[in-house]
């Protein structure tokens, strides 16, 4: 049954000024599983209205932290009641297997609660090293009302790196989730008004990136502005900032590395190399999309690596054996053929896959070139696609070159059992995360980040709360002295 959407804001169901909504159909089966309301200039500018009122006269920045904290404690309850329906509407509308669906539900919900308990944390400083009649303390304010855009692949676990951090804080925010899966969003905004959050402090306005993003992007009612998604669509959102000087923080695309060294155990390698390709079908931002392989074992483990592939099971997300579900659109899907076409013209060498499946959905077999050549483009551009690149190192100083040969700077996994090259290839890679021995972990309390050409800003840990705050600098005189001119 087709879920059909309006806008959520101001505590309550808004219709599209336009009448349009836009269906999204399910790349597994065709069928439309949803509709979303197409919002224009004046649903986004009334979202941004509200969360504007909200946060200037509303209850929400003016409460305790612990009256913040206990109000989304509950948010988080009725999260977690939630799980199953939440988790169907991402398996269905973004084609990812259920289980790993549930994970992602899951994941928002355990950083729902740490953000909650943020919330008594979130504290200043004093500074009593100013003179005896002098005082400073410096307080963290929040910054006001939080644009947030979203993408299609993680729409609730990416909602909930950046929703109740920035809710912790006190500001209240305006979510624009992604034309093709915007479902999560809405719902949760709903479960947000029943666990007691004041209207107006979580407003979601579905739609294009142009008109609801650029509104977003371009308000002078917006005081920060939170976005995840491409490179492209991340430096367009910079200059649009530049006319109101508006923070922004970015988390973008990557092309992270597994590291494999000849000392690694390698079955955990082979097990953290493909979870770290085919997640989401390979669509993640964190996708370990290169294999860089210690030429000593290279041939023995890219033949594991292939056979350990070949037993994937690609299919009905709805499975809960299926551990590979569909690519997001059509389109999307012949953009990663045309780069497995590229690579192949290349010359890099298909060991595995490289062809659409049947079985009716947008499936895509699982794909592994091997001796890629770093001039080759699937060794520098984010494919987005369930496509490992292995290329092969003798040292460690050229694996470390050939990770950092990247404009990205997200992730990289390093496997090894000597303790001094996990040390050194952490230190030295040029990325905002590094896993040993393991891959694409992360934890409510930890926080996530890019560099280069994946972003800047941090975000969940208290660093992800910290985000959504300024400073304010007060220094009081308790004594005689008024300034120096008096001294
Ligand atoms: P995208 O950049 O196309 O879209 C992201 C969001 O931006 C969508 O909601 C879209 O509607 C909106 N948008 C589009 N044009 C806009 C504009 N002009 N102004 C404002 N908003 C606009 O990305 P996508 O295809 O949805 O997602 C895939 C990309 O996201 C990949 O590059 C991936 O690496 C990245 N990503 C990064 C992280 C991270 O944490 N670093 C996490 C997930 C995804």
Same mark, same amino acid.
């Given at each position: ?12 169901? @808004? ?18 599983? #949803? ?20 946060? $200037? ?11 913040? %904290? ?7 309850? /009725? ?51 100013? %003179? ?9 304010? *929040? ?48 479960? #947000? ?9 979580? &407003?979601?306005?579905?739609?294009? =990136? ?38 922004? #923080? ?9 590291? @494999? ?11 953290? !190399?493909?979870?770290?390709?085919? /997640? &989401? ?6 996708? %370990? ?26 299919? $009905? *997300? ?47 077999? *699982? ?18 696609? *369930?496509? /490992? ?44 995360? !590094? ?14 980040? =890019? ?23 007060? /220094? ?12």
């Amino acid at each position: 049954m087709t879920r059909r959407y309006d806008h959520f804001f101001s505590g309550r169901e @808004v219709k599209p000024a336009s009448g349009r909504y836009i269906d999204r159909r399910s790349p597994a089966t065709g069928e439309v599983v #949803a509709s979303f309301a197409e919002g224009t200039h004046s649903d986004a500018s009334d979202a941004i209205a509200a969360a504007r009122k909200a946060f $200037d006269e509303g209850p929400w920045p003016r409460m305790t932290g612990a009256e913040r %904290g206990n109000i989304m404690f509950r948010f988080a309850e /009725l999260i977690e009641r939630d799980l199953e329906r939440l988790a169907r509407i991402e398996m269905e509308e973004v084609g990812k297997p259920i289980r790993f669906a549930r994970a992602d539900i899951r994941g928002a919900i355990g950083m729902t609660r740490f953000a909650a308990g943020m919330a008594t944390q979130i504290h200043g400083e004093t500074f009593t090293n100013l %003179g005896p009649d002098r005082v400073a303390f410096v307080k963290r304010e *929040p910054i006001g009302v939080v644009g947030m855009i979203i993408p299609w692949n993680f729409p609730a676990d990416v909602l909930a790196k950046k929703l109740p951090y920035a809710m912790a804080s006190g500001c209240t925010c305006v979510v624009k989730p992604s034309e093709f899966t915007s479902g999560t969003a809405l719902e949760i905004a709903k479960l #947000a008004i029943e666990a007691g959050v004041p209207p107006g402090v979580v &407003n979601v306005v579905t739609g294009f =990136g142009d008109p609801v993003g650029e509104v977003l992007t371009t308000s002078p009612d917006v005081n920060l502005v939170s976005f995840t998604g491409s490179t492209r669509v991340g430096k367009r959102i910079i200059s649009n900032s530049a006319e109101t000087i508006k923070p922004v #923080a970015l988390e973008l695309g990557g092309k992270s590395a597994n590291i @494999v060294f000849a000392d690694a155990d390698l079955d955990a390698a082979i097990d953290g !190399v493909l979870f770290g390709i085919f /997640l &989401n079908t390979g669509q993640c931002c964190v996708s %370990g999309s290169r294999l860089l392989v210690q030429d000593t074992i290279a041939d023995d483990f890219m033949a594991r690596l292939v056979q350990a592939a070949k037993k994937l099971k690609v299919g $009905d *997300p709805s499975d809960e054996s299926t551990d590979i579900g569909t690519m997001i659109h059509a389109d999307h899907m012949n953009k990663v053929l045309g780069y497995i076409r590229g690579a192949r013209d290349e010359g890099a060498d298909l060991r595995l896959g490289g062809e659409p499946l049947d079985g009716g959905g947008l499936y895509l077999a *699982p794909t592994i070139f091997d001796h890629v050549d770093p001039k080759m483009s699937i060794f520098r551009e984010e494919v987005f696609g *369930p496509v /490992l690149s292995a290329s092969r190192f003798s040292t460690m100083d050229e694996a470390i070159a050939l990770a950092n040969d990247s404009a990205y700077g997200l992730a990289n996994s390093v496997w090894s059992s000597d303790f001094n090259t996990v040390m050194t290839v952490s230190s030295k890679v040029k990325s905002g995360l !590094v896993w040993a021995n393991t891959t694409l972990e992360v934890a409510p309390q930890l926080p996530f980040g =890019g560099v280069k050409a994946s972003g800047y800003g941090v975000e969940t840990g208290a660093a992800g709360v910290e985000e959504f705050t300024v400073s304010k600098t007060v /220094l009081m005189n308790s004594g005689k002295r008024a300034n120096i001119y008096s001294l």
